[in-house]
T-cell receptor
Framework: DAGVIQSPRHEVTEMGQEVTLRCKPISGHNSLFWYRQTMMRGLELLIYFNNNVPIDDSGMPEDRFSAKMPNASFSTLKIQPSEPRDSAVYFC????????????FGNGTRLTVT | QKEVEQNSGPLSVPEGAIASLNCTYSDRGSQSFFWYRQYSGKSPELIMSIYSNGDIEDGRFTAQLNKASQYVSLLIRDSQPSDSATYLCAVPANTNAGKSTFGDGTTLTVKP
């Protein structure tokens, strides 16, 4: 069974540019999560979806961040415009159900904004 | 108080020793608890789940949960250099089950 697939693995962009991160969850998993990891703040939940519906986006830092899940097999996280402080590793994770099932993480996207 | 706190590291143990990693949480209603291992430059991977008080053993790993004390721990027996990684404790919120809070992690180094 393929794991969570994220793309791209690395993204380097200039401040002000739009960045789109992509995620394909594990088939059959109903919940999808976007996390951001930095040395300073650790692993932070940005937003999560259940059955393709956004449930909690309270972790999204600003209006510059948006996430969509148009179907059960695809999600995007968009940053527009990007800023240097957005540089981090962004992980997508999926799980069978909320709370009681563990998270399965993708390999992450390392974003660098110059 | 942080929602999930882990013992500050780094933790260094000799090969073959027992490594003990600790985690406390503030949400008294939390029902499930997870330990993830993260190698440098890699993504977190699940190593243990625990849902009720007591111990769960899986190979060299033992997870212990004490809900009264709001404490969960991970023991690694016969530590190997390949166990050197950062270990993350994760606790889903009771009233918002999708919202897992991760501790800051404890970095373990096992010296040959």
């Amino acid at each position: 069974d393929a794991g969570v697939i994220q793309s791209p693995r690395h993204e380097v962009t200039e401040m002000g540019q739009e960045v789109t991160l992509r995620c394909k969850p594990i088939s059959g998993h109903n919940s999808l999560f976007w996390y951001r990891q930095t040395m300073m703040r650790g692993l932070e939940l940005l937003i999560y979806f259940n059955n393709n519906v956004p449930i909690d986006d309270s972790g999204m830092p600003e209006d510059r961040f948006s996430a969509k899940m148009p179907n059960a097999s695809f999600s995007t996280l968009k940053i527009q415009p990007s800023e240097p402080r957005d540089s981090a590793v962004y992980f997508c994770a999926s799980s069978r159900s909320l709370g009681y099932s563990p998270l399965h993480f993708g390999n992450g996207t390392r974003l660098t904004v110059t | 108080q942080k929602e999930v706190e882990q013992n500050s590291g780094p933790l260094s143990v000799p090969e073959g020793a027992i490594a003990s990693l600790n985690c406390t949480y503030s949400d008294r209603g939390s029902q499930s608890f997870f330990w993830y291992r993260q190698y440098s430059g890699k993504s977190p991977e699940l190593i243990m789940s625990i849902y009720s008080n007591g111990d769960i053993e899986d190979g060299r790993f033992t997870a212990q949960l004490n809900k009264a004390s709001q404490y969960v721990s991970l023991l690694i027996r016969d530590s190997q250099p390949s166990d050197s990684a950062t270990y993350l404790c994760a606790v889903p919120a009771n009233t918002n089950a999708g919202k897992s809070t991760f501790g800051d992690g404890t970095t373990l180094t096992v010296k040959p």
